[in-house]
Structure formats: C-alpha cells, structure tokens
C-alpha cells in the first residue's frame, strides 16, 4: 500500500458509503439471526475465543465480509483480507510470512479473510491447508457457490460451512436507517434529505442484498435535495419488482416459471425466467432448477435435454451476464416445448418402495461375482449367459431377486424417444415369457 492508498483507506470521505459504515461489533450487524443468535455456535465462539475456520456460503450483499471483519475485531485478531481473484500462492506465502511473524512476535493470530474462495484451484486451496492445521491462520472463505461443489473436500473437513441467506428487508431497511443517520453522511450530504418512503423502496429493491442497498442509497444523496420514490426508481435502473428472495414472491414466481415450462408454455417460461433474472434471482440458482427439470419432467423423453442443461450451465459459468441471458434463455424455451414425462421420478418411488417393503433380499446366485473358487463351488455365477453373444445381444435371464420377479418398476410413457423405449421392452418382455 503506497502513500496516496492509504490516505484513501483512512479518510472516509473518501471511501464507498457501504464500506464507510460497516459495523465494527455484532450489535451493529443486521440479519443473520440463525447464525449469530445468542445460542448458536457461532456466537459462543466468538464469546469463548475459540475460532475454528469456516465456509460463509451466501448471496452477494449478505454480510460475508462484514461478518468475518467483526469477529476478528471482536476476538481482537489480525485481519487480512485476500482476493481470490487476484491473487495466488506467491501472495498467500507472504501473507504467512507475516502470520508468523506477526504470532511469533506479538502473539497475535491471524484471521484470513479469503472473498471468491471458489475461484481458487485445487493447488491453491492445497497451499492453505498446512497453515490451518499449525495454527498459523484462520481460514474464514466467503463464495456464493456451493462449497460442496467448489471448495476442497480437506479445506472443508477443516472448516465449518456457515450458511448466510439473503437479508430480510426490515433489516436492509434498519441498515439503511443506520447509515443516513450515521456522522460519515451527516459529514459529506449535510443537508440531503431521504423520505423514509424512499428508504423503505431501496430496501424492497434490493433483493436482500446490503451493499448493493448501501449503493443506491450513496447514488441517491449525491444527487443532492429531496430523495423520494421516484429518485429510487431511477436509481436503481428499473421499476421495484414485487420479488422478495426470502418470501413467498419468490417461490410464487419460480413455482410460475416451472409448471409453465412444464405446461409446454415457452411463451410463459420466457416471461417469468425474465422476470427472475430482473429481479436479481442467482442465474446458477435457476439453471440448477433446471437441470433437475431436464431429468425428472423430461428425461427419456428426449434425453437431449440434460445434455443441453449441463452445456448452458457450463456457458453461463464461461461468459457470466449479461450475455450468459442466451444460453439460459434458449434452455428455458427448449425444455418448455420437449416432450414431457416424469418416468424417471415415478421409477425412483416404485423402486424406494420395493427395497423399503422387501428389505435386504439376495442376490440371486446367476448373476453374482464369483469372484474366488469357494463362491464358484457353491453355484455364484454359473448358469450366467453372456448378452452380447445372443441373437439381439439379449440373454432373456431376469435380474430381480427372488419373490420380486414379475415387478416392473421402469415402465416408459408415449412421449418422445420413450416410445421407441416402451415398444423395445414389450418385445423384449414378450420374448422372455415366449421361453
């Protein structure tokens, strides 16, 4: 950090309204109950003094750096916060220089902030675990992405996943308040005016998320006067959606968007993806919806539709918004106008069900593993014809354990490919009872 860096850093007239404000205490931060109540794991240690690294896996403007940011405060730690994105291991070894020196020397552990931890890569994550483990650091990594997907298995065994949900708007409305009457605006916009209809319209806007609250509100005093309604509008670039991400809105709007594609409604489906993605709904949040969509409304039918989910959600994760809007936009119509059938979801309940109603049933001897010579002795294996040399490359032998064989569970529908499913199974099935 050069002289004129740090001059910026200290001065907050010179620093974002959202980073100029951020709380230095639990008292001061908004929302997160569930993890920062006064009985859960969290709160006991940071009262305790006994940290542990932790995942903060949440929305963009939750509070995952503010959070991290009080508890090092609070438990009087060193906090060096590090970019993913741009950074690597040459930084993290100097960063844990530091740490020990700064351990060694003054006996202060060091708290490591690490924000976009799912952008590092395997080797990266690696170089972590050594100083996590000595003590050196604790590890406190912020994402948006599923930490079971994109953070190492042994950081994650390490580390406690702390689930952060988008902020409610009576607290991005309380934060809001905290801020106008805070003596860093009272500093800069003297004599701004902000009409508590107006506050309350930023915080409906927001979708849960503070900074981008914080944001709006920074943009909206410096327009200088009276801020009212149609300030926030104007703002915030769009009119304010009845979209909340923690209530009902939001699953009347994704609930909208599934039964129209399932309806075979492209029209519809085109509609309301719009609509989620004005709103400020995550695009990986829908695409997973509709990856399990292309399996469970879809699937035989046209098994072309997973193939094409997983290809969007690859795009998407390539070119981000906003031209990641095509690929999403082409699967939504896509899956809405294939042919439909829940034969995948209603082989899985028949399936659950015969191993919930019979139990542990043997595997019958023909088609085991007769893997040594006992098991061939006693019969394992034998009696076994091997389908590829059959006329058909089918062998006509039954695959179910005893008193399940008449059972069908997979049973395909007259749509799409599972017709051509459905005819070569009756034939199949016919030419067995014909033995």
């Given at each position: ?122 080797a990266q994550q690696d170089a972590l675990l050594p100083h996590i483990e000595d003590g050196t650091l604790i590890l406190i990594g912020a994402t948006t992405e599923n930490p079971s997907f994109e953070v190492n298995s042994a950081i994650l065994s390490r580390a406690r996943v702390v689930v952060l949900k988008a902020l409610e708007s009576p ?224 062998n006509g032998q039954r695959g179910m354990p005893e008193g399940l064989e008449g059972l069908t569970l997979f049973q395909p529908c007259d749509q799409g490919m599972e017709i051509q499913f459905k005819q070569r199974l009756e034939a199949l099935r016919g030419a067995r009872s014909d033995e």
């Open positions: 950090m050069d002289l004129f860096e740090h001059a910026d850093s200290s001065d907050p007239n010179r620093r974002p309204l959202a980073d100029a404000v951020r709380p230095s205490d639990l008292e001061g931060y908004f929302g997160q109950k569930h993890v920062i109540g006064e009985t859960t794991f969290l709160k006991r240690a940071i009262e305790s003094d006994r940290l542990g690294s932790m995942i903060f896996w949440g929305p963009p403007g939750s509070g995952k750096t503010t959070l991290a940011r009080v508890i090092a405060q609070t438990t009087e730690r060193w906090f060096e916060p590090f970019s993913a994105v741009l950074g690597g291991v040459k930084e993290i070894r100097a960063i844990v220089q530091a740490a020990k020196e700064r351990r060694r020397l003054h006996g202060r552990q060091t708290v490591l902030f690490i924000d976009e931890i799912h952008r590092f890569n395997k607290d991005v409305e309380a934060l809001l308040r905290r801020a106008y009457e805070h003596p860093v605006r009272t500093a800069r916009w003297p004599d701004a005016r902000v009409e508590d209809e107006a506050i309350t319209a930023i915080a409906d806007a927001a979708d849960g998320d503070a900074r981008r609250a914080l944001n709006a509100l920074e943009t909206a005093l410096n327009y200088g006067g009276s801020v009212g309604r149609d300030t926030v509008v104007e703002v915030m670039g769009r009119k304010v959606l009845n979209y909340d991400k923690a209530g009902d809105g939001h699953y009347y709007v994704i609930s909208a968007f599934i039964k129209s594609m399932r309806a075979t409604d492209p029209d519809a489906a085109a509609y309301w993806l719009e609509r989620l993605i004005q709103a400020g709904e995550d695009p990986l949040f829908v695409l997973r919806r509709m990856v399990i969509f292309a399996s469970e409304d879809i699937g035989h039918a046209d098994p072309q539709a997973l193939h094409l989910a997983m290809a969007a959600t690859d795009a998407f994760r390539l070119i981000g918004m906003p031209e990641g809007m095509y690929p999403l936009m082409q699967l939504a119509t896509y899956l809405a106008t294939a042919p439909k059938s829940d034969t995948v979801k209603r082989t899985i309940q028949t399936a659950r069900q015969a191993v919930e109603q019979h139990g542990n049933l043997p595997v019958p001897k023909h088609i085991r593993n007769a893997h040594t010579k006992l098991m061939k002795s006693l019969g394992d294996g034998a009696g076994y014809r091997y389908p590829h040399t059959a006329p058909g490359h089918f």
